[in-house]
């Protein structure tokens, strides 16, 4: 659940989603701080320009009736004169109306060295204001302009322009705000559109990997999706091809092997016949030992045509349990007693665990697992039967070399031998294999492993009801 839900939030739509609705808001961003830096260097300019004409035009109209140099009455009814007025200076005399001394030094400086209008933008009590101040010239007989001495400074509110300038940035942020939920919503459509021919192809290579061979998809278009469409409907029809020769021939061979072993059956048994009247004759010398040989080896072929053919009934699924309640213990100590093992290995068998099994199935489990601890480990060779729920356990242990960790991988595949040298065996080369199917049928498992302080482990593990359903 975790995994899915991690899975989806790392999917390409969550990606694009995230990606689109970045740049939306990066641009978003972008654009309403450089419409904000530009319409407030607009707003503000205009207000300046607007601030220093006025100023300007009422000075020069008032001019002409002021007397030079001023005296502190003249200064006095400039200021009151001229809208927005903050003082007005002439040396050392300064207008008493207005606000002559809240003027910033620096734009007075300003003002006093030059022949040009100056201002300077201060924030008073948290409000934006407009400090402009302006030389009043004169004229001299040359026609010449140049500063009078006269100084006139004045004070504007600049709360309307700041409060435009708010207003279009509040618009900026209310576009972006619609602006963005479009923008990914386009990207979620293009998305779904992107990605649904993605999602066909994930779930016919689901199928085609589950088996169905015989899946394709539609190609519509010529674009790059089409394309990989097509390369995967090539590539399907190709392995369904592939795959029909292989099965094909899988089933030749294993029918092969079946016929072989079936017709190698009639002249096994009339060789077995006579080998065992050549035992029972108990020859003397050269013939007596080639006779003991040929024994030995028939014996070993039957003992390899009975595995084919049990193997290849597992292959066909032909294989069948008879399954009948059954004391475990009894069970492997008939199999042991049997095979002459008796003598040879240590049990520990509690009496009492019961299991609906195949008899005869299990004595072969038990027989190869307790033989080939037998021919490969060394002594003793335990044998334990416990239970655990509703499974039986039945564990060998042998004192040998153990399992080589290479080996572990390939210990149940057919005709696997560990060493390469070793081309001659007693078995048959498909014990392990066939017991493995055993207990598979009877939908219980074998683990192979290595014993701590021992040889090597086989456990087998087996329910002890049989599966209402799905059993053969």
């Keep these: 659940m975790i995994r899915r839900l991690l899975a989806r939030l790392l999917g390409v739509r969550v990606r694009l989603l995230l990606i689109v609705t970045f740049v939306a ?164 459509l293009a998305a779904s559109a992107v990605l649904r021919p993605v999602r066909r192809l994930r779930d016919a290579a689901r199928r085609l990997a589950e088996g169905e061979l015989s899946v394709r998809l539609p190609a519509r278009g010529n674009d790059e999706l089409a394309e990989l469409v097509r390369t995967f409907n090539h590539a399907a029809a190709r392995l369904e091809v592939s795959v029909g020769e292989l099965r094909r021939m899988e089933a030749d061979a294993r029918r092969f092997v079946a016929d072989v072993s079936h017709e190698l059956r009639t002249p096994l048994a009339a060789m077995t016949a006579v080998n065992e009247v050549l035992d029972d004759a108990a020859l003397a010398g050269d013939t007596g030992t080639a006779a003991r040989l040929v024994s030995s080896e028939t014996r070993k072929l039957a003992r390899l045509v009975e595995d084919l053919i049990e193997i290849s009934r597992f292959d066909s699924g032909a294989a069948r349990l008879d399954r009948r309640p059954t004391d475990l213990a009894e069970l492997v100590s008939a199999s042991l007693r049997a095979r002459g093992f008796t003598g040879q290995v240590e049990t520990g068998l509690p009496a009492g665990i019961i299991a609906e099994v195949d008899p005869r199935r299990i004595d ?83 683990d192979a492993g290595n014993e701590p302080g021992a040889g090597a482990r086989f456990v087998l593990t087996l329910p002890k009801t049989a599966a209402k359903t799905g059993e053969p």
């Excluded at 972008?30 to 100023?55: E, I, P, S, W």
């Excluded at 005709?415 to 939908?443: C, M, P, V």
């Design 25 to 188: 808001l990066l641009a978003t961003i972008g654009a309403t701080g450089a419409n904000y830096v530009d319409a407030r260097r607009t707003v503000l300019a205009a207000a300046q320009d607007q601030a220093m004409r006025k100023l300007r035009d009422d000075v020069d109209a008032l001019a002409p009736a002021i007397p030079m140099p001023p005296d502190q009455a003249a200064l006095d009814e400039l200021v009151r004169s001229v809208s927005g007025a903050a003082g007005a200076f002439y040396g050392n005399v300064v207008s008493r109306y207005g606000r002559p001394g809240s003027i910033p030094a620096e734009l007075r400086a300003a003002v006093h060295a030059g022949s040009e209008m100056r201002f300077q933008r201060v924030v008073s009590n948290g409000w934006p204001a407009l400090w402009v101040g302006m030389p009043v010239l004169t004229v001299d007989a040359s026609f010449n302009r140049h500063p009078s001495g006269l100084e006139v400074y004045a004070w504007y509110d600049l709360n309307q322009p700041s409060a435009q300038i708010q207003a279009f940035t509040v618009n900026g942020w209310r576009t972006a705000a619609v602006a963005v939920p479009i923008a990914v919503l386009v990207a979620w």
């Design 364 to 446: 072969v489990v038990v027989a190869n697992l307790v033989g080939n601890a037998l021919r490969h480990g060394e002594p003793p060779v335990f044998v334990r039967l416990s239970e655990a729920g509703g499974l039986a356990v039945l564990t060998v242990v042998d004192h040998g070399p153990g399992l080589p960790e290479n080996v572990l991988p390939h210990v149940f595949s057919r005709f696997y031998k560990a060493d390469a040298a070793r081309t001659r065996s007693e078995g048959s080369g498909l014990g392990l294999s066939i017991a493995l199917k055993n207990a598979e049928l009877h939908g219980g498992r074998l």
